[in-house]
Antibody
Framework: EVQLVQSGAEVKKPGESLKISCKTS????????IGWVRQMPGKGLEWMGI????????RYSPSFQGQVTISADKSISTAYLQWSRLKASDTAMYYC??????????????WGQGTLVTVSS | QSALTQPASVSGSPGQSITISCTGT?????????VSWYQQHPGKAPKLMIY???KRPSGVSNRFSGSKSGNTASLTISGLQAEDEADYYC??????????FGGGTKLTVL
């Protein structure tokens, strides 16, 4: 069974750094793209970017390029999303999801439970 | 890239059929047969309902179907049931290993 377990909710202040995680199991981590999706409070889904853990090839949506960093540690089948300087507008639920197959364009059939990030002074 | 355009809300009575549209451009929806649809209930993670325009993952009811014409994709739900009440999002590949979601549609079962 494919499982994606995300790290717990975070409350941070503007300007702080943060790294959230997505631990996976039940499939070949290194051969399937894994992505991150943002959902701001009461809003829709936004595709942030994807990473291929096998070689760490990473692609970002233009909207998120330079704003976040996506990484992966294949030794522990875990993907990460990090910020160097959080802003209040980063307050959102963040989901990780793994692709259906080895194609970067493939959809996400498996999702984590979400990590709520709250940024407030 | 801009979000795909979906109606904010649709509604239908139990047993009826509804269709949700998803309009993009020739750079996303119209350029690839790589449109997927997700269902999201309040407080839950999204669930993949349709991929590659009209394919259903194992376990998804055949009441859900997808289609595409030009730059517009559509999700049809037949035989509406109360449990179908949720938010629905389309998603399309947009080239350069990027994808884009629609703004979402709230389905109300009357």
């Amino acid at each position: 069974e494919v499982q994606l377990v995300q790290s717990g909710a975070e409350v941070k202040k503007p300007g702080e750094s943060l790294k959230i995680s997505c631990k996976t199991s039940g499939y070949s981590f290194t051969t399937h793209w894994i992505g991150w999706v943002r959902q701001m409070p009461g809003k829709g889904l936004e595709w942030m970017g994807i990473i291929y853990p096998g070689d760490s090839d990473t692609r970002y949506s233009p909207s998120f390029q330079g704003q976040v960093t996506i990484s992966a540690d294949k030794s522990i089948s875990t993907a990460y999303l990090q910020w160097s300087r959080l802003k209040a507008s980063d307050t959102a639920m963040y989901y990780c999801a793994t692709a259906r197959d080895t194609d970067a364009a493939s959809p996400f059939p498996h999702w984590g439970q979400g990590t709520l990030v709250t940024v407030s002074s | 890239q801009s979000a795909l355009t979906q109606p904010a809300s649709v509604s239908g009575s139990p047993g009826q059929s509804i269709t949700i549209s998803c309009t993009g451009t020739s750079s996303d929806v119209g350029g690839y047969n790589l449109v997927s649809w997700y269902q999201q209930h309040p407080g839950k993670a999204p669930k993949l309902m349709i991929y590659e325009v009209n394919k259903r993952p194992s376990g998804v009811s055949n009441r859900f179907s997808g289609s595409k014409s030009g730059n517009t994709a559509s999700l049809t739900i037949s035989g509406l049931q109360a449990e179908d009440e949720a938010d629905y999002y389309c998603c399309s590949y947009a080239g350069s290993s990027n994808s884009v979601f629609g703004g979402g549609t709230k389905l109300t079962v009357l």
